[in-house]
């Protein structure tokens, strides 16, 4: 069984910094992408961000500049620094990933973990 925890969320004022983490366990093979998508109320799910094995990461506009990706290949973990933080970021943040286990390959996501940025 493949399971990612997160963590790191929380409540924050705007032009805070929160950082957070996701680190996939159990019977894998290999980890390829790995990325952050969030969901505002009343919203759809959208991504935030994603990185490859190798280390290229892909942002979306709104948060280009503030939020970095970054991954430790060694540890199956995936981290998501945001900083500038502004009430609009406000969101459940889910970790999703490209996982090669004895299932096969999958992509899993996340519980999630809630992001809350007050003005």
């Known amino acids: 069984q493949v399971q990612l925890v997160e963590s790191g969320g929380g409540l924050v004022q705007a032009g805070g910094s929160l950082r957070l983490s996701c680190t996939v366990s159990?019977?894998?093979?290999?980890?390829?992408?790995m990325g952050w998508y969030r969901q505002a109320p009343g919203k759809q799910r959208e991504l935030v961000a994603t990185?490859?094995?190798?280390?290229?990461?892909n942002y979306a506009d709104s948060v280009k500049g503030r939020f970095t990706i970054s991954r430790d290949n060694a540890k199956s973990t995936v981290f998501l620094q945001m900083n500038s933080l502004k009430p609009e970021d406000t969101a459940v943040y889910y970790c999703?990933?490209?996982?090669?286990?004895?299932?096969?390959?999958?992509?899993?996501w996340g519980k999630g973990t809630l992001v809350t940025v007050s003005s």
């Open positions: 990185i490859t094995s190798g280390g290229s990461a």
């Open positions: 159990g019977s894998i093979f290999s980890v390829n992408a």
């Open positions: 999703k990933t490209e996982v090669v286990s004895i299932y096969g390959g999958m992509h899993y």
